[in-house]
């Protein structure tokens, strides 16, 4: 099984609309979560941290279910400059080396006007 | 340097060539992280620096890649005999201290011919 597995998509989605998409991780002693995006070629940047407590900033909205292993990432009012690949990483998953990050295979979404 | 730059950006080889790509991290940032990502794919960890001290080299798919980082700021990574199954995008990554928030490099895309 996949250490970090994400619906790849492509989730395609109207200006404005809410979206919201899932990833599960397999690594309960996992320690960190975060939400990376990465736009076409070009190389992946932080979008935000998942605690624990859940966090907002914005649009966006992380959540963490420790219990069930999966965080989720809620964006509200989309915009056009959304339409990006939206990557799950978990720090403390084996596959990321001693102290680095497993990334999920990323979400495609696309905002259409 | 104001971010982590590579070079080349982009490196065409034909099979059984050697290629080495090189980072230069944040000045200052001890951990250093290689990660290969193809296309369509998240990017999966190749290997792990601190300072000059290789941690990690568990993501190195065979004994053909070998990374190094002598004086603990610059990294190369060197392919040798290059084969078709290594193009990919090569990202280098750096952080402040372990657990800190990674800075990507825009990557070296590497195309075997």
């Known amino acids: 099984r996949k250490e970090v597995e994400q619906d790849p998509g492509p989730f395609n989605v109207p200006e404005g609309a809410t979206v919201a998409f899932n990833c599960t991780y397999s690594n309960s002693a996992s320690q960190s979560f975060f939400w990376y995006r990465q736009d076409c070629r070009k190389e992946p940047k932080l979008l935000m941290s998942?605690?624990?407590s859940g966090n907002e900033d914005g649009r966006f909205t992380a959540q963490l279910n420790r219990a069930s292993q999966y965080i989720s990432l809620l964006i509200r009012d989309s915009k056009l400059s959304d339409s990006a690949t939206y990557l799950c990483?978990?720090?403390?998953?084996?596959?990321?080396?001693?102290?680095?990050?497993?990334f999920g295979k990323g979400t495609h979404l696309i905002i259409q006007p | 340097g104001a971010g982590v730059s590579q070079s080349p950006r982009y490196k065409v080889a034909k099979r059984g060539q050697d290629v080495a790509l090189r980072c230069d991290p944040i000045?200052?940032?001890?951990?250093l992280f290689w990660y290969q990502q193809a296309l369509g794919q998240g990017p999966e960890f190749l290997t792990y620096?601190?300072?000059?001290?290789?941690?990690?080299k568990s993501g190195l798919p065979s004994d053909r890649f070998f990374a190094e980082r002598p004086e603990g700021s610059v990294s190369t990574l060197k392919i040798q005999r290059t084969q078709q199954e290594d193009s990919a995008v090569y990202l280098c990554?750096?952080?402040?201290?372990?657990?800190?928030?990674?800075?990507f490099g825009s990557g070296t895309q590497l195309s075997v011919l």
């Open positions: 990483v978990v720090l403390g998953g084996s596959g990321g080396g001693a102290d680095g990050l497993t």
């Open positions: 620096f601190q300072n000059e001290a290789q941690l990690d």
């Open positions: 998942v605690y624990s």
């Open positions: 000045s200052g940032h001890v951990s």
């Open positions: 990554a750096s952080s402040r201290t372990t657990n800190e928030k990674l800075f």
